[in-house]
């Protein structure tokens, strides 16, 4: 199949680099024949993204948006009303805890890194979901990005999972509230991905490993896989799925203890 995306916009928040998700995404939207809107947080980031989008597309529009100033998102709904644009897809690729609030025991999360966290990795969420409906005029489809440490506890994820349960449960109740208009909402749980925020967690490599090992597929997931996910979820073939969580992990969710090879390894 191809240009499942044909005749679709998407505004995708959060590509940062070429190792990130969400230009993964953008990838595999643009494969798919989709046109690109990207947005970038502050002027640090303006040229990189610009960068970025012209490697991904000739023709794609690049806006600042930091989603936690209201002013920026009306921005740009502004330009893209000034521009009658009508948007399809929206990629919600946004996350954000300080390092010393994941790399302490959860217990001892500060009030204020407690609250970052959520504005920026949940709240967010619905804060776009709310500037960028009215936009989606034939309805579409809201992605998000998750994590199985939303519902389990992840060593060293701390803060971030907690922030992810939230974004998870936002998920749920957008679908809800959007599904009377023809927005679906949903979730990808991608399993443990080289990026360079990932780097913030505490031995990420184990966690690599560890995933490899025990997963059904002994191996990890791979950009692409989720990149695809994220086509299906933002195309009329998956029109009948909202409100969920899609595990894009190599079935590593569904494992509870290590695989007997890993305990193997261990007895040697």
Known sequence: MADLLAGKTALILGVANKWS?????????????????????????????QELGQELSPD???????????????????????????????????????????SRPF??????????????????????????????????????LSYLGAVRVIPNYNVMGVAKAALEASVRYLAHDLGPVNIRVNAISAGPVKTASARAVKDFSKMLDGVA?????RRNADPAEVADTAVFLASNLGRGVTGNVIYVDAGFQIMGLPTAAQEQSHDR
């Open 213 to 217: 090992a025990n997963a059904p597929l």
């Open 60 to 102: 794609t529009e690049v806006l600042a948006c930091d989603v936690t100033i209201q002013q920026e998102l009306d921005n740009v709904v502004n330009t893209l009303r000034a521009g009658h644009a009508k948007l399809d897809v929206i990629v919600h690729s946004i996350a954000f805890a300080n390092r010393e609030d994941l």
């Open 21 to 49: 998700l969400a230009y993964a995404i953008a990838q595999a939207f643009v494969r798919e024949g989709g046109k690109l809107i990207l947005t970038y947080q502050g002027e640090r980031q303006k040229a990189t993204v």
């Open 107 to 144: 217990v001892e999360t500060s009030r204020d890194g407690y609250l970052l966290a959520q504005e920026v990795s949940a709240y967010s969420l619905v804060a776009v979901a709310r500037a960028f409906a009215p936009l989606m005029t034939d309805g579409g489809s809201i992605l998000t």
